[in-house]
């Protein structure tokens, strides 16, 4: 299974949509995601043997985000995501609330 599949499906019951680095609907509070760095973390006999994906979770609210995210941190740490980071940015451009979300996985 990809990076990508295992982020929508970590995400499949969240109660907003959940889209691959865009989203173009209509909806106040949205989730992005995008993978920041894929990068080797164990090598044997001169081949990569574990990958680390290290995985950004973006959501974007024009309210209260506050129990989103605490349901995304859940549902990923359940799939075996590690927490990296998280902080919160207001995007004066936009008018929208943006919480970061960093995560890390490794795939054999």
């Not at 969240?14 to 680095?21: I, L, N, T």
């Not at 043997?49 to 129990?67: E, F, L, N, P, R």
């Not at 990296?84 to 795939?107: G, P």
Request: charged letters at 30%.
């Amino acid at each position: 299974m990809s990076i990508n599949k295992e982020v929508l499906s970590a995400l499949k019951d969240v109660d907003v949509p959940v889209r691959f680095q865009t989203y173009t609907g209509n909806e106040e509070t949205y989730i992005t995601f995008f993978t920041y760095l894929d990068r080797p973390e164990q090598h044997a006999d001169d081949g990569e043997i574990v990958t680390g994906y290290y995985v950004q979770i973006d959501i974007w609210s024009k309210g209260d985000y506050t129990q989103i995210s605490k349901t995304v941190h859940e549902k990923m740490k359940a799939s075996g995501f590690m927490k990296q980071n998280f902080y919160d940015i207001y995007e004066e451009d936009l008018k929208i609330y943006h919480k970061v979300m960093r995560f890390f996985k490794e795939v054999m």
